[in-house]
């Protein structure tokens, strides 16, 4: 297991060239601390779309990643920078892109498969700083 500090988080937030954005939506659970981070970095809207997958032991707790609660929010013109924590199979992000169908949308995780990856030579499972 690779641990992560925010610090070393925080400073490759710093190297990274994201594009403009006006709103950040993390995918909860588990891409709401990274969610945060961004949007505090990027001075801009933070909102959490609400999807479950995995079970806190990363195991599927679903056969595919369910919509907890419906998003109805007004996004059209807006640009978004989707987030979540791993993006290993990308079927997480997948179904939260489903819901923003239609907007314009670039998707970011701290490891994995994305258009923005902070971490993309970590290939190991990671301990963040914010989970126990």
Same mark, same amino acid.
């Given at each position: 297991m690779v641990p992560l500090s925010f610090k070393q988080i925080t400073e490759r937030l710093k190297t990274i060239d994201f594009p403009e954005v006006d709103?950040?939506?993390?995918?909860?659970?588990?891409?709401?601390?990274?969610?945060t981070m961004l949007a505090y970095h990027l001075d801009t809207e933070l909102l959490v779309m609400t999807l479950n997958y995995r079970d806190e032991k990363n195991n599927p707790?679903?056969? @595919?990643? /369910?919509?907890?609660?419906?998003?109805?929010?007004?996004? @059209?013109? /807006?640009?978004?920078?989707?987030v979540d924590d791993v993006s290993v199979s990308g079927k997480t992000m997948e179904a939260a892109l489903k819901q923003l169908e239609g907007l314009n949308v670039k998707t970011c995780a701290m490891k994995g498969k994305a258009e923005f990856v902070l971490f993309p030579e970590i290939k190991d499972c990671v301990k963040w700083p914010w989970k126990p």
């Open positions: 709103v950040v939506i993390g995918i909860g659970s588990g891409g709401v601390p990274a969610a707790r679903y056969n @595919e990643p /369910k919509v907890l609660e419906k998003a109805n929010w007004k996004l @059209e013109g /807006k640009r978004i920078l989707l």
